[in-house]
Each structure stands twice: as structure tokens, then as C-alpha cells.
């Protein structure tokens, strides 16, 4: 019985480690995807 809250503990720990990261992937793909597209307009995209 405590050996499974042990593991649930875990399995939330790693699905907000997954969330959080997969958040920052997501928004690093899409802002590629939007740079790449910009590019091919010949449009500079803004340096940060």
C-alpha cells in the first residue's frame, strides 16, 4: 500500500516534469516553425 502512493507520488512528480518541459518544447517548435516561415518571406525575424 505505501509502496503504490510511493509510486503515484513519482508518476505525478515525472507527468509535471513531462508537462513543464513539453510546454517549453512546444513553444521552442512553434517559434522555429515561425522563424522558418519568416525567412522565407525574406523577412528578418527580431532578434531577442
Do not use: D, W
Not at 509502496?3 to 513519482?10: G, T, V
Not at 512528480?13 to 525567412?39: N, P
Request: net charge positive; with cysteine.
Amino acid at each position: 500500500m505505501i509502496r503504490m502512493f510511493h509510486l503515484a507520488k513519482r508518476m505525478t512528480f515525472m507527468i509535471k516534469l513531462i508537462a513543464r518541459y513539453g510546454l517549453f518544447f512546444l513553444l521552442s517548435v512553434l517559434t522555429g516553425i515561425c522563424e522558418g516561415k519568416l525567412e522565407n518571406q525574406n523577412i528578418k525575424p527580431l532578434k531577442s
